[in-house]
DNA sequence: CAGTGTCAAGGTGGA
DNA sequence: TCCACCTTGACACTG
């Protein structure tokens, strides 16, 4: 078991997502800020390790506008050995990595020019992990899509465009349960057609539902990953207390956490938390987790 | 320098 | 048909 949070370290003073607007693009401006993104993302990824926390969401803005014409510059060339770096770290120090495209990303849109661009999303992320040379256990988290109206007819277009995608996105490509519109039944429902391996989303499990609890989701899901694609990736959080639907919590609810825990065991499994004070709360829940006696500490695995 | 409007991209639901 | 919302940080402009 492994545990970890998304993008952001609130403690090591720098981030490895920062970004500038389009319309002050230029190579420089590119190669400036990745090195300083790889940099601080380097930093992270030490003062992780240094507090056991081996699962880590990469930023998807680690390359701004990777994916956009705009974005002419030979940033894998360029920054190579950097990117190689950090998988030798990753690796070395039994790591997890994921990544997770934002909501633009949507492969079952009915305009095909939003499935190109989805298509070119997917392939920058998987040009991230391939550059670090990751295996295929660095995944891709996405979720299903849109509805438009019609859910048949739309997981249909999921499973043939997904079909038609690179082996390079294939190899690390996961669909996740989403908090309204594809449910983890879903989700299952696509990976028979596909053969997609599915995570699972605790909290849009429990504001969107599809008929089983938490243990028996995992048991499911975790049957869909392949030897490939390393033990099974979850997502959780909680809602925030008193908050708008979809809100995460502000931090960790222990009990909650614990709770989930015993009812999980014994299965084996890396833990995203989505959770605001996100390394604060990673912190914590290894510490919640080292008592269950699922986690391990690097010296100990 | 503090305050704030705005930012590549989509889908949904209500007005 | 249009707009706010989802959720979020931070860029970049204003005064």
Not at 24 to 43: A, F, I
Not at 178 to 187: E, G
Request: with cysteine; glycine share 8%.
């Amino acid at each position: 078991m492994k545990i970890g949070y998304p993008c952001i370290n609130r403690s090591v003073g720098c981030s490895s997502g920062r970004t500038f607007r389009l319309s002050s693009y230029s190579d420089e401006r590119l190669e400036e800020t990745v090195r300083e993104n790889l940099r601080c993302l380097q930093e992270i990824l030490r003062f992780n390790l240094r507090e056991s926390i081996l699962f880590f969401r990469i930023a998807s803005g680690l390359v701004p506008f990777a994916s956009h014409p705009v974005c002419t510059a030979a940033w894998q060339d360029t920054f190579a050995g950097a990117f190689r770096e950090v998988g030798r770290f990753v690796r070395e120090h039994g790591m997890r990595i994921s990544m997770h495209p934002d909501q633009f990303v949507v492969i079952n849109a009915k305009d095909p020019g939003i499935v190109d661009k989805s298509v070119a999303e997917l392939r920058y992320h998987a040009a991230v992990l391939d550059t670090m040379r990751l295996d295929g256990s660095a995944k891709i988290q996405i979720h299903v899509g849109g509805v438009y109206g019609d859910r048949e007819a739309s997981m249909k277009r999921f499973a043939s465009v997904y079909s038609l995608l690179d082996e390079s996105i294939l190899r690390r490509l996961v669909v996740e349960n989403d908090d309204s519109r594809y449910t983890l039944a879903d989700c299952l429902r696509i990976h028979e057609e596909t053969g997609v391996p599915v995570l699972f989303d605790v909290f849009h499990h429990r504001v969107n539902p599809s008929g089983v609890g938490v243990a028996e989701a995992i048991e499911r899901s975790g049957a869909t990953w392949r030897p490939e694609d390393g033990i099974l990736m979850i997502d959780y959080s909680t809602p925030m207390p008193g908050g708008r639907r979809g809100r995460h919590a502000e931090s960790l609810d222990g009990a909650d956490f614990e709770q989930f825990l015993a009812d999980t065991a014994p299965t084996d499994m890396d833990i995203m938390l989505e959770i605001k004070d996100k390394e604060k709360s990673a912190l914590v829940a290894v510490g919640i987790a080292r008592r269950d006696g699922r986690f391990l500490l690097p010296a100990e695995r």
